[in-house]
Nanobody, 119 residues
């Protein structure tokens, strides 16, 4: 069973930065396509970014392109999301998720970590 645990959320002022982490246990981490999603109050959960098992391919939603960087350390079974130039619109609960391959559905989820950006 794959388990995911996020950390690194918190309160930051607009223009600031945060780095989220997602530690994965169970299975073979390097084979998973990993992703970050976020859910703002009153909204549906939305895709943010994803990264291939090897780390060689990434994809971002337009809203965060150029500000956020997704990465992974397969030796540590950990994925990261470096978030820069944060705005209040980035306020949300951030979730990490795992899929068995690129293009496969995300079937394993973490519990989420809250990111709040003040203006």
């Amino acid at each position: 069973q794959v388990q995911l645990v996020e950390s690194g959320g918190g309160l930051v002022q607009a223009g600031g930065s945060l780095r989220l982490s997602c530690i994965v246990s169970g299975g073979t981490f390097s084979s998973y396509t990993m992703a970050w999603f976020r859910q703002a109050p009153g909204e549906e959960r939305k895709f943010v970014a994803r990264i291939k098992g090897s780390g060689g391919s990434t994809y971002y939603v337009d809203d965060v392109e150029g500000r956020f960087t997704i990465s992974r350390d397969n030796a540590k079974n950990t994925m990261y999301l470096q978030m820069n130039s944060l705005t209040p619109e980035d306020t949300a609960v951030y979730y990490c998720a795992a899929a068995m391959g690129w293009g496969q559905p995300f079937t394993s989820w973490g519990q989420g970590t809250q990111v709040t950006v003040s203006s």
